[in-house]
């Protein structure tokens, strides 16, 4: 168990145009999930951290009305990259969090990622 | 401010010879502190987890140690494999297993 799956896995979109991401928990509920960022040969840098049902949280420097985030039900995160630049092309991956039983104890799963080219 | 390094960024062995791969970190005060496989293009896969109060843990051909003191953990590879090419990134749990900061990888090559 503990699938976490994307979608789309890549798409190439015009400047300005704007583009969602799916981030799916396929066997579990996660009550928290992260979005990632990845440029070539960098390290993973956390975008955003959301709730279900409330607002996510960002980390600093990321734009919040840039980077939208839903988090509407236990299975489902979506990212949606707004006016998107070629600045914004990117790898973006997510991950569900689920709980172990004990405070602390969560356990990440990572989706396979999202290519994001902006033309 | 968490700082995760891994040297070095690249490496490339031939098949069957036992590796190294580095990870350090600036803050001592870890949760715990975890080891990924990425294939070009996908997702992380967790490898090993080792908790703040253990040494080292175990997966077959690999082990991973944790020395807190001096910020470093090593991931050892065994007898690797053309299989095992990947990037292997480490994390940092600062609080728990929600919390990360990782390391910008190390790209294996191993060549048959």
């Known amino acids: 168990g503990a699938v976490v799956s994307q979608h789309p896995s890549r798409v190439i979109c015009k400047s300005g145009t704007s583009v969602k991401i799916e981030c799916r928990s396929l066997d579990f509920q996660a009550t928290t999930m992260f979005w990632y960022r990845q440029f070539p040969k960098k390290s993973l840098m956390l975008m955003a951290t959301s709730n279900e049902g409330s607002k996510a949280t960002y980390e600093q420097g990321v734009e919040k009305d840039k980077f939208l985030i839903n988090h509407a039900s236990l299975t489902l995160s979506t990212l949606t990259v707004t006016s998107a630049h070629p600045e914004d092309s990117s790898f973006y991956i997510c991950?569900?969090?689920?709980?172990?039983?004990?405070?602390?104890?969560?356990?990440?799963?990572f989706g396979p990622g999202t290519r994001l080219l902006v033309l | 401010k968490q700082e995760v390094t891994q040297i070095p960024a690249a490496l490339s062995v031939p098949e069957g010879e036992n590796l190294v791969l580095n990870c350090s970190f600036t803050?001592?005060?870890?949760?715990?502190l975890q080891w990924f496989r990425q294939d070009p293009g996908k997702g992380l896969t967790s490898l090993l987890l080792?908790?703040?109060?253990?040494r080292e843990q175990t997966s077959g051909r690999l082990n991973a140690s944790l020395d807190k003191s001096s910020g470093r953990s090593t991931l050892y590879i065994a007898a690797s494999q053309p299989g095992d090419s990947a990037t292997y990134l480490c994390?940092?749990?600062?609080?728990?297993?929600?919390?990360?900061?990782f390391g910008a990888g190390t790209r294996l090559t191993v060549k048959p």
């Open positions: 991950s569900a969090s689920r709980s172990g039983g004990l405070a602390g104890e969560e356990t990440q799963y």
């Open positions: 994390a940092v749990g600062r609080y728990n297993n929600n919390d990360m900061r």
């Open positions: 080792i908790q703040s109060s253990q």
């Open positions: 803050d001592s005060a870890i949760y715990n």
